[in-house]
C-alpha cells in the first residue's frame, strides 16, 4: 500500500511539473506567427471575403489562458465602397484555467479596442453583410431546436467577469436605394459586476450623427437558467441632450411566463428640438407653430403575451394634462377598456394651417372623397371593428375644436360585433347644455349610422359665429334632432339621411333679414328710407319642426312669434343638389304681444320666397301674389298705395284735374310684377 502512495505520488508530481512546464515553456518556444497565414486563410475560406491579422500576437496558457490580437480586418464585398467591412484595431482576453474544472467561469478581462463595422446596402437590395464559404452555396439554416429557444440550465455553475469594455466603436450605415444614412460613432461600452446572480451594471456612451446619446443603470441577474428567472430593470437612456427615458422593473421569466410589470418615465422634451436634433424636418404642420413643443408621458405598464394594461398613467401635451388608465387583451379580436381624463386643449391648434382653396363650397374645387391609384374610390375596411370589443370612458374640462368651445364634456363609448354606441356624450355649451347618443352599426359592409341630438338653453348666435364668421340666427336654442344616415362618405350621407325632430329658438332674432322692414319697402314699392343698422327680424320664438327622408328634409310648418308680426314657413330644401324651396308667410298685426299671443289678427299678408342654393340663396317679396289679392277690393288697392279709397289725383296747377282710377294707378306702378 504504501508503494502504491509513493509511486502515485510520484506520477502526480511528475504530470504536475509537465504541466507547469508546458504552461510556461509553451508561450515561450511556440512561434504563434506561424499558425496566422493557416488562420487567415480559414477565415477567408469560409466567409468569402479577405481576412488579415496584425503582427502583435500574444498568448498565454497559465494561470489565465488568453490571446490578444491587433489589426483584425474583415475585407468588403465587390461593388461596395471601401476595403473593410469589419475592422479591430485591438482584442484582448483573458480567461482563468484551475476554476473551468470545477464549472466556473472567470473572466480577467474582454477588452474591444475601436471596432468598426461598416455596413451597406446598394440599389438592388443587397447588403455587404451577406456572405459564405468562397465558390459553395449558402447551407440552409438549421431547424431551431427547443434548447436553443432560451430557459435551459446553463452548462456553468458561476460567472464573473472582471472587466468587459468596447472602445471607441464605430457603426455605419447606408441605404443606396432610400437614400438613408446612419452613424453610431464614439461607441463606448463598461459592463461591471457581471455574474449570474447579481445585476449587471452598464454603462454606455455613443454619437448618433454626430448627436450624443446614453444608457445607464443596471439589469438582471439573469440567474443559471436564464429566462426562467425574473431579471430586474432599472435603466435610463439619454438621448441628443432632449430626450430623457426611464425604465424600471422586472420582466418576469421572460422565456416562460413572458411578463412585464414596468415603470415608463419621459421627461418633459420638445418634439421640435428634437427632430431639430436629428437634422430632421418636423413631420407635422401645425395651425400653431408653438404647438408639440413640451410632451412627458408616464405610466405603469403590466402585461403579457395575451394582455397589456397602463395605470396612473399621465400624459402631457403643452399646457394639457391628461390622466388615462387603459388595458388591451386577446390582440388579434382585440379587447380595449380605458378611462381618459383631458384637464383642458384648444384642437385647434394642432391642426394644420389653412391651405389656399381649401373651405370652398361643394363643387367649387376638386372633388371630395378619396381615390386610389386606379380613380375608383378607397372602400374602407370594417372587418377589425367587426372583431373589436370596446369600453371607453372620457372627460374634458374644457375643449376647443372649430372654434367651438365646450367645458365639461362626458363621453362613454362601448361596442361589440360590429355595433359601437356613444351613451351618454353631454357637456356644457354656450351657457346651455347639449348632449347626443349615436349607434354606428358595421356589421355589413356598408355602415348605418342613428344620431340623436338634444340641447338646451344653447345660445345659437355665439355658436354660429364661434364656428362659421357669421351671424344668421340668435336666440336660446332647444332641440331635439333625430337622424339616421347609411354609408360612409358624404354623398352617401346626404342621399340617405332621414329622421325627423324640432328646433325651438327664444327670444332671438333672425340676422341678415328685417322682415318688416321688406314689407315697408314693398309696400312703398322700394322708396322708403333705408336703415343703415345690420337687417334683424327680433322674434319671441320660432319653431322649426322638420322631416327627412332620402336627403329630402321637409319643413311642415316653421312658425315665428314676434311682435308686430307673425309668420308661418313651409318648404323643403333637398341636401344632395343643395338647393333652397321656402315659402314665408308674414302677416303684420296689431298687437306688441309676442309669445303667448294665438289669436286670430288682421293684417296685410305679405310672402317672401327663398330659393337658389346654400352658397346662392335668393330671398324676394312675392309681389305677385300680394297684388292679386290686394286688388280685390279698393280698400287692398289704396293699403298697397298708402292711400284712401275714393282719392283720385290731385290736378296740377294751371292744368285740369284728371281723375286717375287706382287700378290703373297700381297697373302703371306694378308693370313689371304682373306680368
Known amino acids: ?30 512561434d504563434v506567427q506561424k499558425y496566422k497565414p493557416e488562420i487567415e486563410a480559414l477565415v477567408t475560406e469560409q466567409t468569402g471575403r479577405s481576412f488579415s491579422m496584425g503582427d502583435d500576437i500574444k498568448l498565454s496558457v497559465f494561470p489565465w489562458v488568453g490571446v490578444s490580437l491587433s489589426d483584425l480586418k474583415l475585407g468588403n464585398a465587390a461593388g461596395f465602397a471601401g476595403d473593410e467591412m469589419v475592422s479591430v484595431k485591438g482584442f484582448e482576453v483573458r480567461l482563468k484555467v484551475m476554476p473551468l474544472f470545477s464549472r466556473q ?42 434548447a436553443a429557444k432560451g430557459g435551459g440550465a446553463l452548462p456553468i455553475d458561476s460567472l464573473m467577469v472582471g472587466r468587459f469594455s468596447i472602445i471607441n466603436g464605430l457603426l ?103 427632430f431639430e436634433a436629428l437634422g430632421q424636418p418636423f413631420p407635422v ?127 362613454k363609448i362601448t361596442g361589440k360585433g360590429g355595433v359601437f354606441n356613444l351613451d351618454p356624450f353631454s357637456m356644457d355649451f354656450y351657457q346651455g347644455k347639449a348632449g347626443a347618443k349615436a349607434r354606428l352599426d358595421v356589421r355589413k359592409n356598408t355602415p348605418v349610422t342613428s344620431l340623436n341630438i338634444t340641447s338646451q338653453g344653447v345660445q345659437a348666435g355665439p355658436v354660429i359665429k364661434d364656428a362659421a364668421q357669421k351671424e344668421i340666427i340668435e336666440g336660446a336654442l332647444d332641440a331635439d334632432i333625430g337622424l339616421t344616415m347609411t354609408g360612409d362618405t358624404p354623398d352617401q350621407i346626404k342621399k340617405t339621411l332621414g329622421g325627423k325632430g324640432e328646433l325651438t329658438f327664444t327670444d332671438g332674432a333672425i340676422v341678415g333679414i328685417d322682415i318688416a322692414g321688406t314689407i315697408r319697402n314693398a309696400k312703398s314699392l322700394g322708396l322708403g328710407e333705408k336703415s343703415t343698422e345690420k337687417p334683424k327680424t327680433d322674434f319671441a320664438e320660432l319653431k322649426i319642426p322638420y ?48 309669445q303667448g299671443d294665438t289669436q286670430q289678427r288682421r293684417g296685410l299678408l305679405i310672402p317672401l320666397v327663398v330659393t337658389g342654393t346654400y352658397a346662392h340663396p335668393k330671398i324676394r317679396p312675392d309681389l305677385k301674389a300680394v297684388v292679386g289679392k290686394e286688388l280685390t277690393s279698393p280698400e287692398g288697392i289704396m293699403g298697397v298705395l298708402g292711400g284712401k279709397s275714393g282719392e283720385g289725383e290731385t290736378a296740377t296747377e294751371g292744368a285740369p284735374a284728371q281723375e286717375t282710377k287706382p287700378e290703373d294707378k297700381v297697373k302703371s306702378l306694378l308693370k313689371g310684377f304682373i306680368q
Open 285 to 411: 404642420e401645425t395651425k400653431d407653430p408653438g404647438a408639440l413643443d413640451k410632451v412627458f408621458f408616464r405610466a405603469a405598464v403590466k402585461g403579457s403575451a395575451a394582455a397589456v394594461s397602463l395605470t396612473g398613467g399621465e400624459l402631457g401635451l403643452d399646457d394639457s394634462l391628461m390622466k388615462f388608465s387603459a388595458q388591451v387583451g386577446a390582440f388579434s379580436k382585440p379587447d380595449i377598456k380605458f378611462d381618459l381624463a383631458l384637464d383642458k386643449i384648444d384642437l385647434d391648434r394642432y391642426l394644420p394651417p389653412a391651405k389656399e382653396g381649401q373651405g370652398q363650397p361643394a363643387g367649387a374645387g376638386a372633388k371630395t372623397g378619396a381615390k386610389t391609384g386606379s380613380g375608383t374610390q378607397a372602400k374602407p375596411d370594417y372587418a377589425p371593428l367587426r372583431r373589436m370589443v370596446l369600453d371607453g370612458k372620457a372627460t374634458v374640462g374644457s375643449l376647443k375644436a372649430a372654434n367651438l368651445k365646450m367645458e365639461n364634456v362626458l363621453v
Open 1 to 30: 500500500m504504501k508503494k502504491v502512495i509513493k509511486w502515485g505520488a510520484i506520477a502526480a508530481g511528475v504530470c504536475l511539473v509537465l504541466i507547469v512546464g508546458a504552461v510556461v515553456l509553451v508561450p515561450m518556444f511556440v
Open 172 to 274: 455605419s450605415y447606408v441605404d443606396q436605394k432610400t437614400g438613408m444614412s446612419k452613424e453610431v460613432s464614439d461607441l463606448n461600452l463598461e459592463l461591471a459586476d457581471i455574474s449570474l446572480d447579481k445585476p449587471v451594471k452598464i454603462d454606455l456612451s455613443a454619437k448618433l450623427d454626430g448627436k450624443p446619446l446614453s444608457l445607464s443603470g443596471q439589469a438582471g441577474p439573469v440567474g443559471k437558467e436564464p429566462g426562467k428567472s425574473d431579471m430586474g430593470i432599472d435603466l435610463r437612456i439619454k438621448a441628443l441632450n432632449e430626450l430623457e427615458l426611464a425604465l424600471k422593473g422586472q420582466l418576469i421569466a421572460p422565456a416562460t411566463a413572458q411578463k412585464i410589470d414596468l415603470t415608463l418615465n419621459v421627461s418633459p422634451f420638445s418634439p421640435r428640438r428634437l
Open 105 to 146: 467561469v472567470q473572466v480577467d478581462k474582454f477588452i474591444m479596442d475601436s471596432p468598426r463595422i461598416i455596413l451597406a446596402k446598394n440599389k438592388a437590395g443587397k447588403g455587404n453583410w451577406e456572405m459564405g464559404p468562397a465558390g459553395k452555396k449558402k447551407a440552409a439554416p438549421k431547424a431551431e431546436t427547443p
Open 547 to 594: 322631416t327627412a327622408s332620402q336627403g329630402l328634409v321637409t319643413i311642415p310648418g316653421a312658425s315665428l312669434v314676434s311682435p308686430l308680426l307673425r309668420l308661418v314657413t313651409t318648404g323643403k330644401t333637398h341636401l344632395p343638389q343643395e338647393s333652397l324651396d321656402f315659402r314665408i308667410e308674414p302677416k303684420v298685426v296689431a298687437t306688441l304681444k309676442g
